[in-house]
Structures are given as C-alpha cells and as structure tokens.
C-alpha cells in the first residue's frame, strides 16, 4: 500500500531556477559605452524596448536569445557578471 504524504511533504515543491540580470552593471555600461536612451541600448543589443525593460525591471525571465545577444553587445563582461541566478518559486 502507498502512504499518503503529510502535509508537510505535500507542501514541499523541488526548488526552481533561473537567471536574471544584473541591472546595475547594465546601467554602468550603458553609461561608460555613451548609450544615449533605452531604445538605443535596445538596438545595441538587438532586441526590441519593450523586451529589455522586461528584463531590467525582472518581470520575466531572460531567454537564452536575450542573454546571448547581452553576451555579444559587452564581450569584456561575463555572463556571471551580468547575470544572477535566483530561486523562482
């Protein structure tokens, strides 16, 4: 027979990750790189406004797309440094 498991157990959900990015060195290079306004730095990095402001502001998780194309934009900057891994649930 199966057990059913206890309240406890039922609550208990497998932990989740994911990256987000580190918006304060995005804000320094943008500033050291003279990137005027958002939608400048959006075409820096070759993705649309609306998709960067969703990301600097965490409201949803960046594609593996986005980050790469991050990663192409600022190539003296590590993925570590521009991204940070947080628990998502």
Same mark, same amino acid.
């Given at each position: 027979?199966?057990?059913?498991?206890?309240?406890?157990?039922?609550?208990?959900?497998?932990?989740?990750?994911?990256?987000?990015?580190n918006t304060s060195l995005l804000n320094e290079l943008q500033k050291v790189h003279r990137i005027e306004s958002d939608t400048?730095?959006?075409?820096?990095?070759?993705?649309?406004?609306?998709?960067?402001?969703?990301?600097? %502001?965490?409201?949803?998780?960046?594609?593996? %797309?986005f980050m790469t194309k991050v990663r192409l934009a600022f190539p003296a900057v590590t993925g570590d440094q521009l991204f940070t891994i947080v628990r998502t649930n």
């Open positions: 027979m199966h057990q059913k498991p206890t309240s406890a157990t039922a609550l208990t959900k497998t932990p989740t990750y994911g990256l987000i990015l400048d730095l959006a075409d820096v990095i070759g993705v649309n406004r609306a998709t960067l402001r969703r990301a600097r %502001e965490h409201l949803t998780l960046p594609s593996n %797309e």
